[in-house]
């Protein structure tokens, strides 16, 4: 196929391209969805307390946050089929490492290392569809892509439950691992491969500081916090409530 950043695509394969992409990203947030709402029960039995808990899920996003403009920066310049196939290896790797983890801390560094995996596949991702959009309809493409993340999201809360129910808590994590192997696959199987641009690349801070992003940048920070804090102590909450 040819390299959809130096040549016109059809759209067939723009078809094909997204397509691909959806189902990748569908399956990882799909594993991701079920073991999120698992994690602080799961953390509860390991004696985490409420400032553990908010360390475990603190340690995913800061490493996240930390490592995305590097490989943006990189899947720029050298490509981004590579980082989001290591990406979504490592995550799956990562993924298992769950089930021996044994203590606040040790969970705490396996959240770390996969949020720096997770910013190898998601950024990326949105990457991908930035490129084979076609012009003025980015905005349709990048909306319509965005929700194969929530519906993972949404979905996979309760198949985590009925998971845990019937098979107990770690085959959560091995399902998140074989749902992120899936989306590997499928990223081995249909991405291509196209080589970087190089270019002058704008130093992060000046990114951060443009007139142009400043208010979605406090918009996703604000609506990351709200969030976040939602998402991790509700789980909590609710298995206070059923007891």
Same mark, same amino acid.
């Given at each position: #196929?040819? %390299?959809?950043?130096?040549? +016109?695509?059809?759209?067939?394969?723009?078809?094909?391209?997204?397509?691909? &992409?959806?189902?990748?990203?569908?399956?990882t947030m799909l594993g991701i969805g079920i073991v999120i709402p698992l994690? /602080?029960?799961?953390?509860e039995t390991l004696g985490a307390s409420g400032f553990g808990i908010g360390?475990?899920?603190?340690?995913?996003?800061?490493?996240?946050?930390? @490592?995305? %403009?590097?490989f943006g920066r990189y899947s720029d310049v050298c490509g981004r089929r +590579?980082?989001? =196939?290591?990406?979504?290896? &490592?995550?799956?790797?990562?993924?298992?490492?769950?089930?021996?983890?044994?203590?606040?801390?040790?969970?705490?560094?396996?959240?770390?290392? +996969?949020?720096?995996?997770?910013? #190898?596949?998601?950024?990326?991702?949105?990457?991908?569809?930035?490129?084979?959009?076609? %012009?003025? #309809?980015?905005?349709?493409?990048?909306?319509?892509? =965005?929700?194969?993340?929530?519906?993972?999201?949404?979905?996979?809360?309760?198949?985590?439950?009925?998971?845990?129910?019937?098979?107990?808590?770690?085959? @959560?994590?091995?399902? #998140?691992? &074989?749902? =992120?192997? &899936?989306?590997?696959?499928?990223?081995?199987?249909?991405? /291509?491969?196209?080589?970087?641009?190089?270019?002058? +690349?704008? /130093?992060?801070?000046?990114?951060?500081?443009?007139?142009?992003?400043?208010? %979605?940048?406090?918009?996703?920070?604000? !609506?990351?916090?709200? !969030?976040?804090?939602?998402?991790?102590?509700?789980?909590?909450?609710?298995?206070?409530?059923?007891?």
């Amino acid at each position: #196929m040819h %390299p959809c950043n130096t040549v +016109q695509i059809t759209d067939a394969d723009r078809r094909f391209l997204f397509i691909s &992409l959806y189902v990748a990203v569908f399956s990882t947030m799909l594993g991701i969805g079920i073991v999120i709402p698992l994690l /602080p029960r799961f953390a509860e039995t390991l004696g985490a307390s409420g400032f553990g808990i908010g360390i475990i899920f603190s340690s995913f996003a800061v490493s996240r946050a930390l @490592a995305m %403009p590097f490989f943006g920066r990189y899947s720029d310049v050298c490509g981004r089929r +590579q980082i989001m =196939t290591t990406g979504l290896f &490592l995550y799956t790797v990562f993924s298992l490492l769950y089930i021996p983890a044994g203590s606040v801390l040790a969970l705490s560094g396996v959240r770390f290392l +996969q949020g720096i995996a997770s910013a #190898m596949v998601f950024p990326i991702a949105m990457a991908y569809i930035g490129d084979i959009a076609p %012009p003025g #309809m980015e905005g349709r493409y990048l909306g319509t892509f =965005t929700s194969s993340l929530f519906l993972g999201m949404g979905l996979g809360p309760f198949l985590g439950g009925i998971i845990t129910d019937l098979a107990g808590m770690d085959m @959560a994590f091995v399902c #998140m691992a &074989l749902l =992120t192997g &899936l989306a590997l696959l499928t990223c081995l199987l249909y991405l /291509p491969w196209y080589p970087g641009r190089r270019r002058e +690349q704008t /130093p992060v801070f000046h990114l951060l500081i443009h007139p142009g992003l400043r208010i %979605p940048i406090l918009y996703q920070l604000m !609506n990351a916090f709200a !969030n976040g804090t939602f998402m991790v102590f509700l789980p909590v909450i609710a298995a206070h409530i059923g007891n």
